[in-house]
């Protein structure tokens, strides 16, 4: 069945980097368009950036503008968030989720992974 | 980017309830809209898509409407398993938004 699933999360210092990662199997990856959303704790949803099919069209959150990247690699089936210059403010669960059409166009999110927490101690 | 606005932000009701889930958009975003559900501790499940299409496998009890900048949410006939928090979703741009989300909760 379709699936995602994060990994990568983990506890780092502000101002240090993590890479995510995120494995989809159960359908065409390269067909989708891929993004990451996160969750604050006790916080509501809040997008963070979009890949689209080809890999090379990219959007992303002005809260994470310059300092986040997301990629993919077509022939591993992965998303990937690099994820520089961190702060306090970017702790929360980190979800992928897969986008309703792959080029340049929009749609909704399903499914969504699990999720992978990532903390920024100060 | 377009601002989502839900209300109320939390909600009591009674198993066998009616509830409706109120989400406003900023701008006119036509039918781009989208509704999730996500339980403690799960991740968001997709309820609805396009204002009002049901996404296959989910409950009839649940529905949509509205258009441009006004939407809602409607559970007919609560049931355990939706004391969940929902959220509303606009996709008509590229930075996709969501509302403040809505916590129903047991009365």
């Known amino acids: 069945q379709v699936q995602l699933v994060e990994s990568g999360g983990g506890v780092v210092q502000s101002g240090r980097s993590l890479r995510l990662s995120c494995a989809a199997s159960?359908?065409?990856?390269?067909?989708?368009?891929m993004h990451w959303v996160r969750q604050a704790p006790g916080r509501g949803l809040e997008w963070v950036a979009v890949?689209?099919?080809?890999?090379?069209?990219?959007h992303y959150a002005d809260s994470v503008t310059g300092r986040f990247t997301i990629s993919r690699d077509n022939s591993k089936d992965t998303v990937s968030l690099e994820m520089n210059s961190l702060r306090v403010e970017d702790t929360g669960i980190y979800y992928c989720?897969?986008?309703?059409?792959?080029?340049?166009?929009?749609?909704?999110?399903?499914?969504w992974g699990h999720g992978t927490q990532v903390t920024v101690s100060s | 980017d377009i601002q989502m606005t839900q209300s109320p932000s939390t909600l009591s009701a009674s198993v066998g309830d009616r509830v409706t889930i109120t989400c406003r958009a900023s701008?006119?975003?036509?039918?781009?809209l989208a509704w999730y559900q996500q339980q403690p501790g799960k991740a968001p499940k997709l309820l609805i898509y396009e204002a009002s299409d049901l996404q296959t496998e989910v409950p009839s009890r649940f529905s949509g409407s509205g258009s441009a900048t006004e939407f809602t949410l409607t559970i007919n006939g609560l049931q355990p398993d939706d004391f969940a928090t929902y959220y509303c979703q606009q996709y008509a741009t590229y930075s996709r938004t969501f509302g403040q989300g809505t916590k129903v909760e047991i009365k």
């Open positions: 701008q006119s975003i036509k039918n781009w």
């Open positions: 159960g359908f065409t990856f390269s067909s989708f368009g």
């Open positions: 989720a897969r986008d309703l059409c792959g080029g340049d166009c929009v749609g909704w999110f399903d499914p």
């Open positions: 890949v689209w099919n080809n890999g090379i069209k990219k």
